[in-house]
């Protein structure tokens, strides 16, 4: 059974930082790229907030999180990670895992809510 498991968020002040985790199992984890979305309201689309590569060679941002939130990946372990510092309200959000190949497979998802 082909699953993602995300775990890491919680309620964090503003300025402050917090890394997700993302654990696959059931499929051939290096051969799909990786991705966090967020859904920050309900009703509202899910936003990409970043990718990476297979390969770990390529990762991409959106504007809003560049330079504050880095995207990584262990093979060995089946995990993708999202670091995200300078925490904003804006981030405040669903956080979901996507890995994408031939197929794309979603995770239940992890609230982060950064408020004061």
């Known amino acids: 059974q082909q699953q993602l498991v995300e775990s890491g968020g919680c309620l964090v002040q503003p300025g402050g930082s917090l890394r997700l985790s993302c654990v696959a199992s059931?499929?051939?984890?290096?051969?799909?790229?990786m991705s966090w979305y967020r859904r920050q309201a309900p009703g509202k689309e899910r936003e990409l907030v970043a990718?990476?590569?297979?390969?770990?060679?390529?990762?991409m941002y959106a504007d809003s999180v560049k330079g504050r939130f880095t995207i990584s990946r262990d093979n060995a372990k089946k995990t993708v990670y999202l670091q995200m510092n300078s925490l904003k309200p804006d981030d405040t959000a669903v956080y979901y895992c996507?890995?994408?190949?031939?197929?794309?497979?979603w995770g239940q998802g992890t609230q982060v809510t950064v408020s004061s």
């Open positions: 996507n890995a994408k190949s031939w197929r794309v497979l």
């Open positions: 059931g499929f051939t984890f290096s051969s799909y790229a």
């Open positions: 990718s990476i590569s297979s390969t770990e060679d390529s990762t």
